[in-house]
Nanobody, 113 residues
Framework: QVQLVESGGGLVQPGGSLSVSCAAS???????MGWFRRVPEKQRELVAA???????TYADSVTGRFTISRDNAKNTVYLQMNSLKPDDTAVYYC????????WGQGTQVPVSS
């Protein structure tokens, strides 16, 4: 059983930066990982994903502003968010794909002045 624990969310002003992380209880070396975000009454959006080899992909809405990375030695995936906008306000969920997809509990990121 794999458990994912997210941290680092919180209120940030527009234009600001925030980093969220997701630590796995087991080895993540072989699993692709990523971040979704969810806003009430809107469809869940895949924000960024990273393969087990470290190749990232991004949603168009965050390309150039967000960076996903992973540290397999620490069983952790990170999402660095820069130039944040109010539209980035959401609950951010990490996941890992192993025999099935495992999810974190979510961390809130409000972007507001």
């Amino acid at each position: 059983q794999v458990q994912l624990v997210e941290s680092g969310g919180g209120l940030v002003q527009p234009g600001g930066s925030l980093s969220v992380s997701c630590a796995a209880s087991g080895s993540i070396r072989i699993g692709a990982m990523g971040w979704f975000r969810r806003v009430p009454e809107k469809q869940r959006e895949l924000v960024a994903a990273i393969t087990s080899g470290g190749s990232p992909t991004y949603a168009d809405s965050v390309t150039g502003r967000f960076t996903i990375s992973r540290d397999n030695a620490k069983n952790t995936v990170y999402l660095q968010m820069n130039s944040l906008k109010p539209d980035d306000t959401a609950v951010y969920y990490c996941y890992i794909d192993l025999s099935r997809r495992y999810w974190g509990q979510g961390t809130q990121v409000p972007v507001s002045s």
